[in-house]
């Protein structure tokens, strides 16, 4: 391979990075995850994440956020067939506004939910524009990556983005509007310089950074206990109040909002917000009391320990909450032990809790970041 292919094995200069930090530790995730989650069947001719043992919805189902994972690991991973592949069987679910529905059948006979995630779209349109730089061209694919980018910008811009009440705040997906909703965990500031560099529209994606910014400032308060330890809701309103999105909704710090470590560890790596250092060491001084082997998954906004009821007994510990807080302490060479220690667990491939397919992607993704190979081309 190239020089600029994998193992890149990247060090910035605004990073730490784990004492034992190893590409193929990367590579064994990867090829795990390739076992256990990818399959062909029901793929349409093309490739999907299944998802085997979900603990709500329909086993082997495909979601949308999953198969943006799988265009990530492999523009990253130099590996272009598998991106085509899982590209191409998202075409094949594009809504009418330019967006995949977010939730599948099995048998790829049609979607088990209309509704994009913007989640998933935006690692979607990310993931096109580094296909871009490191292929060039189309691949397998009907049009370029470039192209495909620059219409999932657009969509996303236009359909979820509020452009109205909550002007450029981030909305859920594109059946959201006019809802006072947001996500935490689906706001990727990193992602959005790169939007606004594509689409031209750098003061429109900007404001949709200010704003989100402002809006986690607001999530995070006395009246909540969550001021000093950077856990967030999954969902909130504008004014940052926890808010039941749907019937059932979990409004604690779950398994969405394990999730915005790592987006704005990305932020702080590549573009060195204040804002998000800020946050990466509020979450940092609280996980490092406990220290790296007492992460559980799942917290109330106080910082008490409220583990997801459908994980396993004993708890073997979930990827996404424990490699997003080696992402955050990446930020400050104070944080080098919990970093370390964390890297440790995630390297075991064993923290599996609740969703195999959830962590076993987030195993891949957490370990590019730490070592070096999730990069911005």
């Given at each position: 391979m190239g020089a600029s292919r994998f193992p890149r094995n990247q060090r910035l200069?605004?990073?730490?990075?784990?004492r034992a930090a190893r590409h193929d530790d990367v590579v064994l995730a990867y090829q795990r995850w390739q076992r256990e989650i990818v399959t062909g069947e029901g793929a349409l001719g093309m490739l999907r994440p299944r998802r085997p043992d979900t603990p709500d919805g329909v086993p082997n189902s495909t979601v949308s956020e999953g198969v943006a994972y799988g265009m990530l690991i492999g523009v990253m991973l130099d590996d272009q067939a598998l991106f085509d592949a899982m590209f191409g069987y998202a075409l094949r679910f594009f809504n009418p506004n330019g967006l995949m529905d977010w939730y599948i059948a099995p048998d790829g006979s049609a979607p088990l939910a209309r509704g994009a995630a913007t989640d998933a779209d935006e690692d979607m349109a990310w993931a096109l524009c580094m296909a871009h730089r490191q292929w060039g061209g189309r691949g397998a694919l009907a049009r370029d990556y470039a192209s495909f980018a620059e219409q999932l910008i657009d969509a996303i811009w236009t359909c979820e983005v509020?452009?109205?009440?909550?002007?450029?705040?981030l909305l859920p997906g594109d059946d959201w509007r006019?809802?006072?909703v947001f996500n935490p965990s689906y706001f990727a500031p990193h992602q959005y310089r790169l939007f606004g560099e594509?689409?031209?529209?750098?003061?429109?994606?900007q404001s949709v950074i200010d704003v989100g910014y402002e809006i986690l400032d607001r999530?995070?308060?006395?009246?909540?206990?969550?001021?000093e330890n950077g856990l967030v809701p999954a969902w909130c309103d504008w004014q940052g109040r926890p808010v039941e999105a749907f019937p059932g909704a979990m409004l604690h710090h779950q398994y969405d909002s394990a999730r915005l470590p790592f987006r704005l560890g990305q932020d702080w790596a590549y573009h060195r917000d204040p804002r998000a250092r800020a946050y990466l060491e509020r979450v940092c001084a609280f996980f490092e009391r406990g220290g790296a082997n007492a992460i559980v998954d799942g917290y109330r906004l106080d910082g008490s320990p409220a583990p997801d009821p459908r994980s396993p007994v004993p708890n073997p510990g979930s990827a996404v909450f424990v490699g997003g807080?080696?992402?955050a302490a990446m930020h400050d060479a104070r944080y080098r032990q919990l970093l370390d220690e964390c890297y440790a667990r995630l390297a075991t491939g064993e923290l599996l809790a609740r969703s195999r397919y959830y962590n076993l992607s987030w195993t891949v993704l957490s370990l590019m970041m730490l070592t070096g190979n999730f990069v911005a081309f």
């Amino acid at each position: 391979m190239g020089a600029s292919r994998f193992p890149r094995n990247q060090r910035l200069s605004s990073c730490t990075y784990p004492r034992a930090a190893r590409h193929d530790d990367v590579v064994l995730a990867y090829q795990r995850w390739q076992r256990e989650i990818v399959t062909g069947e029901g793929a349409l001719g093309m490739l999907r994440p299944r998802r085997p043992d979900t603990p709500d919805g329909v086993p082997n189902s495909t979601v949308s956020e999953g198969v943006a994972y799988g265009m990530l690991i492999g523009v990253m991973l130099d590996d272009q067939a598998l991106f085509d592949a899982m590209f191409g069987y998202a075409l094949r679910f594009f809504n009418p506004n330019g967006l995949m529905d977010w939730y599948i059948a099995p048998d790829g006979s049609a979607p088990l939910a209309r509704g994009a995630a913007t989640d998933a779209d935006e690692d979607m349109a990310w993931a096109l524009c580094m296909a871009h730089r490191q292929w060039g061209g189309r691949g397998a694919l009907a049009r370029d990556y470039a192209s495909f980018a620059e219409q999932l910008i657009d969509a996303i811009w236009t359909c979820e983005v509020d452009h109205d009440r909550y002007r450029y705040m981030l909305l859920p997906g594109d059946d959201w509007r006019g809802q006072n909703v947001f996500n935490p965990s689906y706001f990727a500031p990193h992602q959005y310089r790169l939007f606004g560099e594509v689409s031209g529209n750098r003061t429109g994606w900007q404001s949709v950074i200010d704003v989100g910014y402002e809006i986690l400032d607001r999530c995070q308060c006395e009246r909540e206990g969550n001021h000093e330890n950077g856990l967030v809701p999954a969902w909130c309103d504008w004014q940052g109040r926890p808010v039941e999105a749907f019937p059932g909704a979990m409004l604690h710090h779950q398994y969405d909002s394990a999730r915005l470590p790592f987006r704005l560890g990305q932020d702080w790596a590549y573009h060195r917000d204040p804002r998000a250092r800020a946050y990466l060491e509020r979450v940092c001084a609280f996980f490092e009391r406990g220290g790296a082997n007492a992460i559980v998954d799942g917290y109330r906004l106080d910082g008490s320990p409220a583990p997801d009821p459908r994980s396993p007994v004993p708890n073997p510990g979930s990827a996404v909450f424990v490699g997003g807080v080696a992402v955050a302490a990446m930020h400050d060479a104070r944080y080098r032990q919990l970093l370390d220690e964390c890297y440790a667990r995630l390297a075991t491939g064993e923290l599996l809790a609740r969703s195999r397919y959830y962590n076993l992607s987030w195993t891949v993704l957490s370990l590019m970041m730490l070592t070096g190979n999730f990069v911005a081309f």
